[in-house]
């Protein structure tokens, strides 16, 4: 809940599974605590045995389920052009399966410069050092984790599933209700 909103094909999504197996999964729930791996929150609904398999198909159902629904967020473009406006390259670290993020990122005409998938609070820490980043937005207190662990700013947006507080308690270094905000905040940081 970054850059796109993806909780209506989240919903879908689960709403199918939940039709295949018959198992009663809350999907209204789910979409309230985005953020963590799809396998976490299998471990809600599923026997730890049969979560590798569920997870498989709960993938093989989210083309067809998730990307259409699924919007940009007011600001996400605006915030990408930002970054390239003063000369930065833009790095997209989700714990999305990375073949869905990017589903979702051209159906929705966003290109970030480098896609990283399947990375998780302090595991994102990972990728943004790996690309030497100074900046990481993201929605969540594992968020704020991993872009401190790399040693990057953590610009965290309250439009996920974290409010203002849970992200300064965190740690964010700012905290912006959305994404609209990015580009004069980061206007003001690169003037320096």
Same mark, same amino acid.
């Given at each position: 809940?970054?850059?796109? %909103? @993806?909780?209506?094909?989240?919903?879908?999504?689960?709403?199918?599974?939940?039709?295949?197996?018959?198992?009663?999964? %809350?999907?209204?729930?789910?979409?309230?605590?985005?953020?963590?791996?799809?396998?976490?929150?299998?471990?809600?609904?599923?026997?730890?045995?049969?979560?590798?398999?569920?997870?498989?198909?709960?993938?093989?159902?989210?083309?067809?389920?998730?990307?259409?629904?699924?919007?940009?967020?007011?600001?996400?473009?605006?915030? $990408?052009? #930002?970054?390239?406006? #003063?000369?930065?390259?833009?790095?997209?670290?989700?714990?999305?399966?990375?073949?869905?993020?990017?589903?979702?990122?051209?159906?929705?005409?966003?290109?970030?410069?480098?896609?990283?998938?399947?990375?998780?609070?302090?595991?994102?820490?990972?990728?943004?050092?790996?690309?030497?980043?100074?900046?990481?937005?993201?929605?969540?207190?594992?968020?704020?984790?991993?872009?401190?662990?790399?040693?990057?700013?953590?610009?965290?947006?309250?439009?996920?599933?974290? %409010?203002? @507080?849970?992200?300064?308690?965190?740690?964010?270094?700012?905290? $912006?209700?959305?994404?609209?905000?990015?580009?004069?905040?980061?206007?003001?940081?690169?003037?320096?």
């Amino acid at each position: 809940m970054t850059l796109i %909103d @993806s909780r209506p094909g989240i919903h879908a999504t689960w709403r199918r599974l939940a039709a295949e197996t018959g198992v009663a999964i %809350d999907a209204d729930l789910i979409v309230t605590r985005l953020g963590p791996p799809l396998v976490q929150e299998m471990a809600y609904w599923f026997p730890e045995e049969e979560i590798p398999a569920m997870a498989e198909r709960y993938r093989a159902l989210y083309p067809d389920h998730a990307i259409e629904p699924t919007t940009a967020l007011p600001g996400a473009r605006e915030a $990408l052009e #930002a970054v390239r406006a #003063a000369g930065g390259r833009t790095l997209v670290v989700t714990a999305k399966h990375g073949p869905s993020a990017k589903l979702h990122l051209d159906h929705l005409g966003l290109a970030p410069d480098v896609l990283v998938g399947e990375l998780w609070a302090e595991g994102k820490a990972e990728a943004l050092t790996a690309h030497g980043a100074a900046v990481y937005v993201g929605d969540h207190v594992g968020d704020v984790r991993g872009a401190r662990m790399a040693g990057a700013r953590s610009v965290a947006v309250a439009t996920g599933p974290c %409010d203002e @507080s849970e992200l300064a308690e965190a740690g964010a270094d700012v905290v $912006l209700p959305d994404l609209t905000a990015f580009p004069g905040w980061f206007a003001g940081l690169t003037r320096g």
